[in-house]
């Protein structure tokens, strides 16, 4: 089982605004457009979990849009319709991934006239062709920047160390305004019409990524307010990050990975000398395991742990009951999946060994989880899971709302169909799916806490980390006295 | 043979159930005398009796997932258990029981014992000799119905073991080899109903084998084809515990939990 950031499902949204080609499909076209819609349907039909559809008349629906799917003269638009066709579920994890770049017969972009593209009739064909054959992580180079959005501006809010951007002397807090030409809030408001702001900013998200991703050694044009409000243009090489690996999985195209770990001091009191790990990853995938695993052997005597989900789009759901595993003593549910005909549960497995056959005991510190708006999937899953049984403290921003498990199976024109296997039922009851995770503590990113170096979710949870230490040694302090007095008692 | 085969598919976790209706109610032979058949039909006590152990490789096919997975199982006399399922960009899952401990290595979630039904399962599925003891190891056996499954004539027989868990097998009419069995299957994850067919019987070394087992678990296939089958030639010390569960099994006995 899988899961994938939740811009996938948005596809047929934002496919919907493509417009559609009059010509009549060849009648080998016409076939394989049929079989692949027929197939798309029959899968959902045996697997959605839900064998009333939500109410949504699943067969009217195969009625009504396959003559539509026959009338395709392209792949774009056969995804299309059966993007539209999934859409009617209403749930995410469910959309259509090109199986290829491009099927050719696709027309070019739209330009305005000033030589800038528009997304004025539409999302300019390259942008849908990005967010379809580009990967979500992007299995690609980028500027080394990552931005979050806040005040409805786009704003950088990471930098990797010496990277393009930094080098380049972007700043944290700076708004991105143009990428390669295209307005980003022309982007947004193309985008805008009929969406709810949780998905138009998943899917914004997605397009930004697209467009800074690419090729290591090729060259992108940024326009950007600075920190004075002057409009800076900077031209740039994306580079591979040097904290990232390209993980493979099944079905699912190739994923960059970037795992890093730091390892704040508390200078001063009152923990003067406290330990904080913060570790940080983008997706679920397969080399976390051990990465995280090595970080959390170093870490054993942390005084305080940050995990930084923020922009974590989910993956492999089935990473989650082995990473709960570092911080919970028990076998504890991390929640229920619940199928057409079965249920299955997500355990933790309390780690006391590590794949070396050393021994470790399950961190038993205080224990925050950054999250924000693109926080999706397993990401959310776990975070609500740690959240309910009162083993993590959450902060940041409230997270995505699409967790479901999912798998990608391939259609007969080579397309790939995500398609949502199982509801989420969270530890403590209730669905993550349309609903998201609550922060324990809200910390919107702000404009200026970015101007001023400051990230200002991670410090709300580093403060909480120190406090909860500080209590935890006083706690521990007054027990030993207990026991240490005459006639002590300890309860 | 069938029960390694098994074993192999509950190292992924998945099922469904493709159901054979009855379709008569007549006269059926009983339980007992399907099952002698079945036995005669793979080879015959004595070949099955005649083997202390079986190494098979093949690979699993899970479609759903874009994945095949390398597998390797081997088995001893009495109820020696190793699985080893090596999945591209994954790594290898491991699960065995070596007699005493039942255990799990998956790259994924790390390595842990296995305890209450779980271990039931293994325990079950290592029993080498499980052919030839249908009736101890099912105080319940019956004959429900001459039906029809994967397509065939096939004689439904419910068994019921000691611990009241139920599993339905189908026995071919007109060769009496087994062409499936259906009912539930634990993992760490719970537990799913899994139906399950064997076909692709070939003979290897006196004993008539199923070289291709397909499973349908929550809507999804898989599907585990034998490319070689070996038969004797397993060292014992495949069985040895990896040093991750020692190390588990030390801290158990020590008293920390145990898994």
């Known amino acids: 089982m899988c899961s994938r950031r939740p811009w996938v499902a948005l596809l047929a949204l934002a496919a919907s605004l493509a417009s559609a080609s009059d ?21 959902v039909d045996e697997r959605f979990w839900d064998p009333e559809f939500g109410g949504v008349d699943w067969d009217a629906v195969r009625e009504e849009l396959r003559p539509e799917a026959e009338r395709s003269s392209s792949d774009r638009e056969l995804r299309e319709v059966i993007g539209r066709m999934v859409a009617r579920l209403g749930q995410s994890h469910f959309g259509v991934i090109a199986g290829s770049p491009d099927d050719g017969n696709d027309s070019g972009s739209v330009d305005a006239g000033d030589g800038q593209p528009t997304c004025a009739d539409g999302l300019p064909e390259h942008l849908l062709a990005a967010l379809e054959t580009s990967t979500p992580t992007g299995a690609s180079a980028g500027p080394g920047l990552d931005v979050a959005w806040a005040e ?53 998200h997605a397009l930004v990524a697209a467009m800074l991703g690419g090729l290591p050694g090729t060259a992108l044009e940024l326009e950007l307010r600075d920190a004075r409000g002057e409009p800076r243009s900077i031209r740039l090489e994306r580079e591979d990050p040097s904290d990232s690996q390209i993980a493979h999985f099944g079905n699912l195209p190739p994923l960059r990975v970037r795992f890093s770990q730091r390892n704040l001091v508390v200078q001063g009191p009152p923990a003067d000398g ?16 051990n990465l995280f695993e090595d970080a959390m052997v170093e870490l054993q005597d942390a005084g305080g742990i940050v995990l930084d989900l ?42 006391r060994v590590t794949r070396t056959g050393q021994r470790l005991t399950p961190y038993e510190g205080p224990l925050a989880i950054l999250v924000d708006q693109f926080t999706a999937s397993t990401s959310e899953i776990f975070a609500a899971a740690m959240q309910d049984h009162g083993r993590a403290r959450v902060f940041g921003e409230p997270t995505a709302a699409a967790a479901l498990p999912a798998v990608i199976e391939r259609l007969p024109n080579g397309d790939l169909l995500m ?45 909480w980390v120190i406090l909860e230490s500080v209590r935890k040694d006083a706690e521990a302090a007054a027990v030993e006295e207990a026991a240490a007095a005459p006639g002590g008692e300890i309860r | 043979m069938n029960r390694t085969l098994r074993a192999a598919t509950a190292l992924t976790s998945l099922l469904v159930l493709a159901g054979a209706s009855s379709v008569t109610a007549q006269e059926l032979p009983s339980p007992q005398q399907i099952i002698e058949r079945y036995v005669e039909a793979s080879g015959g006590e004595k070949a099955i009796r005649g083997t202390q152990s079986m190494y098979a490789t093949g690979r699993m096919e899970m479609p759903a997932m874009g994945m095949t997975a390398q597998v390797q199982v081997s ?3 009495p109820d020696r258990l190793l699985m080893v399922m090596d999945l591209p960009n994954v790594g290898a899952l491991r699960s065995g029981f070596d007699g005493t401990v ?66 339905i097998e189908y026995f071919s009419v007109d060769s009496g080899l087994k062409l499936g069995f259906e009912g539930e299957q634990t993992s760490e994850m719970g537990t799913v109903y ?39 030639q397993v060292d014992s010390s495949v069985y040895a515990l990896p040093e991750t569960i020692k190390t588990l099994v030390a801290g158990a006995k020590s008293g920390a939990s145990g898994s």
């Open chain 1, 152 to 204: 409805g501006t786009t704003l950088v809010a990471r930098l990797d160390p010496e990277g393009p951007a930094m080098r380049a002397g972007i700043g944290l807090g700076w708004e991105l305004l143009r990428v390669d030409g295209q307005p980003l809030a022309d982007v947004a408001r193309c985008l805008g019409a009929g969406l709810g702001p949780r998905t138009l900013a998943s899917l914004q």
């Open chain 2, 102 to 167: 039942g255990w799990m290595e998956n790259p994924m979630t790390g390595p842990m014992l296995l305890e209450g039904d779980q271990l039931g399962d293994l325990m079950r599925q290592a029993d080498f000799y499980a052919d030839l003891r249908y009736a101890e190891l099912y105080p319940t056996m019956e004959t429900v119905a001459k039906s029809e499954f994967a397509g065939q004539p096939a004689y439904k027989v419910r068994l019921v073991d000691s611990d009241g868990k139920e599993t």
């Open chain 2, 75 to 77: 088995t001893s006399a």
């Open chain 1, 310 to 351: 923020r922009g974590n789009p989910g993956g492999i759901a089935g990473l989650a009951p082995g990473i709960a595993g570092f911080f919970m003593d028990e076998k504890l549910s991390l929640g229920t999946l619940r199928y057409r005909n079965d249920e299955l549960r997500l355990n933790a497995n309390p780690r």
């Open chain 1, 23 to 43: 010509d009549a499909p060849s009648a080998e076209r016409a076939r394989l457009n049929l079989e692949t819609f027929d197939t798309a349907w029959r899968l």
């Open chain 2, 194 to 232: 899994v139906t399950t067919e064997l076909s692709d019987y070939k003979e290897v070394e006196g004993r008539t084998v199923p070289m291709t087992q397909t499973s349908k678990m929550m809507g999804m296939e898989m599907k585990m084809v034998l490319e070689t089958v070996v038969f004797d």
């Open chain 1, 274 to 289: 406290l330990r904080i790990g913060v570790l940080r990853f983008d997706v679920w995938m397969i080399p976390i395991a």
């Open chain 1, 419 to 463: 398609h949502a296997l199982a509801d989420f039922e969270r530890p403590g009851g209730g669905r993550v799916e349309g609903a998201g995770v609550t922060p324990d503590q809200l910390v919107p990113v702000t404009r200026d806490g970015l101007l001023r170096g400051v990230d200002e979710p991670l410090q709300a949870a580093v403060d």
